[in-house]
């Protein structure tokens, strides 16, 4: 059965202040609870296509095209809109730990904002903070509370940085490489989790260069090579036998450099 689509992305174009290409004409869906794999070789424009989907593309630069959520345009939205719109329906879950955090603050402090953004009281926050951290598997949440981000290692701050990307219960999460330089125990982890989210009604949007990762939880791919999208399609079938030779590339990479039993 056909999966509703949350997010309709037709004809989307990102060029930079100075007219150089970085998106071309994309078109793509996300369905409600689908996971859709984005992967490429870095510079393909896989970030960018994240980021201008939260409206914070690079300055100066022209976003064209269509993408819509749900009734919403998000290529026209202003800054109001935006404020209705990120972290409440549509989180990123940025590539790395460390900068996503504010040093000088305590991790329990900056997940309580989020929900307090969002009117709900101090008291209540906290306690759906430490479940939000208990479902991503972290031990003893109430003390993780009163810790600083440098005292957790990098996997215990990416999965905290996971419950702050879903505390609002948003209907799309933008990942960013959301595996990357995690042990493979942390990995399977946040992978778990994510599927979860799915298994939900979380709709995810995941870039990855870990072709192993989309193999064990995109529904679908697509396949980005310098700003175009070059193939799509469901992963197992693009996987086994991919159509375009820059996917090919990277499949053929991936076999012989990491091995993966799942890509074979």
């Not at 399609?233 to 450099?257: F, H, I, K, M, W």
């Amino acid at each position: 059965m056909p999966v509703e689509p949350l997010l309709e992305v037709r004809n989307l174009s990102l060029h930079r202040k100075d007219g150089a290409r970085v998106l071309c004409e994309l078109n793509f869906e996300v369905g409600r609870g689908e996971i859709l794999g984005v992967v490429g070789q870095s510079g393909s424009g896989k970030s960018q296509l994240l980021l201008s989907l939260l409206g914070l593309q690079m300055r100066g630069a022209l976003l064209s095209g269509s993408a819509r959520f749900g009734a919403q345009e998000l290529v026209a939205a202003d800054e109001s809109a935006w404020r209705g719109l990120r972290g409440r329906q549509i989180a990123m879950l940025f590539q790395d730990p460390l900068l996503s955090w504010n040093p000088y603050l305590r991790i329990g402090r900056q997940l309580v904002e989020v929900l307090q953004e969002q009117g709900m009281k101090a008291g209540d926050a906290r306690e759906r903070v430490i479940g939000a951290l208990a479902d991503v598997e972290l031990a003893e949440p109430e003390r993780l509370l009163q810790q600083y981000p440098h005292e957790l290692s990098g996997g215990m701050r990416q999965r905290a940085l996971l419950a702050m990307a879903v505390l609002g219960s948003p209907r799309l999460l933008l990942a960013d490489e959301p595996t990357t330089a995690l042990d493979p125990t942390t990995q399977l982890r946040v992978l778990q989790r994510l599927r979860a989210l799915s298994a939900q009604g979380m709709s995810i949007l995941l870039v990855t260069h870990d072709l192993g990762v989309v193999a064990a939880v995109a529904d679908r791919v697509l396949v980005l090579e310098h700003g175009v999208i070059v193939e799509q399609g469901e992963t197992t079938q693009l996987l086994r036998s991919p159509v375009s030779a820059y996917a090919r590339t990277l499949l053929n990479a991936a076999r012989e450099l990491e091995g993966l039993s799942c890509l074979s």
